[in-house]
């Protein structure tokens, strides 16, 4: 029970959270919408700032982070960095006549240009794991694995019969998820108490055990790919769209309804199917090394064309101010 003048860790996370939100308002002339609640016995909510970009740039970046709830801080540094540093001396959140002013004072002349393509910073897409200091939702559900928007798919993917296929490295392959999760479910979430004894000593002898029995990549699998079926085990998908997504959705394609909070359309009067290309960075952390960044891609056309944008590893932005060294991760 928390004394009268403790503060729990919680409660440090939520402060975090509320400070967040007055850190988003650094540059002028932002729109932002910060009404998405998902959870409200936790006082948790998806915030999304958007940025104008130049009128009639048809490009829209979407800045994702706290996907998997506790890694959001490292993507909410990202995104404080580049609101504060990085935004403004790229034109973002000054009008015309104010960066005539600037290049002016630095003995430069202005081209007004549309390359400033629009921005969407959604701050915490699971604040409840960010909160909690937790991986998954408060629904227990991996949301890299939930992004399923068809009806017939989610009744497809909860049977346990459900195979699922995939191309790696030009390979196609089909796996069960849910029906090779069931076979190690007694190993990977055991329905017992810990103990120092069975999962710090005999785990790994367990382990051992199910690689000679089924193999590196059966188990990889199970523990990687995730499961639709066993709500209490790990990775799951869930049975339908969550209300993270949900709220995501209703921003950046939904249909105006003021007890779901602004749209992308009332900021900018277009939603997202409006813009000619739309860029996602979704922010993670835990691959590649400390302290830099990796850009991992699912396709090796794809790995090229990053080759070719940062031939030497490294991407100066803005003559050099900021630098950002760049690590080529492919799997």
């Not at 939520?14 to 932002?32: M, R, V």
């Not at 959870?39 to 958007?50: K, N």
């Amino acid at each position: 029970k928390k004394k009268k003048g403790e503060s729990s860790k919680i409660d440090f996370f939520f402060f975090f959270l509320k400070k967040k939100k007055k850190t988003l308002l650094s540059i002028k002339n932002l729109y932002t919408n910060l009404t998405k609640k998902v959870s409200p016995e936790l006082d948790c909510s998806v915030d999304i700032c958007y940025v104008p970009g130049s009128a009639s740039n048809k490009h829209l970046i979407i800045h994702v982070s706290g996907v998997h709830g506790v890694e959001g801080f490292a993507g909410s540094a990202i995104q404080i960095f580049l609101l504060r540093q990085v935004l403004p001396h790229l034109g973002y959140g000054k009008t015309e006549l104010e960066n005539t002013y600037i290049a002016s004072q630095a003995g430069q002349e202005y081209k007004s240009d549309d390359d400033r393509p629009h921005i969407v910073f959604v701050h915490s897409l699971n604040p409840t794991g960010m909160a909690m200091g937790r991986r998954f939702t408060i629904d227990n559900i991996d949301l890299n694995r939930n992004v399923i928007f068809d009806e017939d798919k989610w009744k497809q993917v909860t049977q346990m019969s459900y195979t699922a296929e995939a191309e790696i490295n030009g390979e196609k392959t089909s796996y069960m998820p849910n029906r090779e999760y069931s076979n190690f479910r007694w190993f990977l979430t055991p329905n017992r108490m810990p103990s120092f004894w069975k999962d710090d000593v005999w785990f790994w002898a367990q382990t051992a055990w199910q690689l000679l029995l089924y193999g590196f990549d059966a188990l990889s699998k199970v523990v990687v790919t995730g499961q639709y079926h066993d709500p209490k085990g790990l990775y799951y998908g869930g049975q339908k769209l969550s209300p993270e997504h949900e709220a995501l959705t209703h921003f950046l394609l939904g249909k105006k309804d003021l007890s779901k909070g602004l749209r992308l359309e009332d900021m900018c009067d277009r939603n997202v199917k409006g813009f000619d290309k739309v860029s996602l960075i979704d922010v993670h952390t835990g691959l590649g090394k400390k302290g830099m960044d990796t850009l991992l891609t699912s396709y090796v056309h794809d790995y090229k064309k990053l080759k070719q944008i940062f031939q030497n590893d490294e991407d100066y932005v803005k003559d050099g101010i900021f630098f950002f060294p760049v690590l080529f991760y492919y799997m």
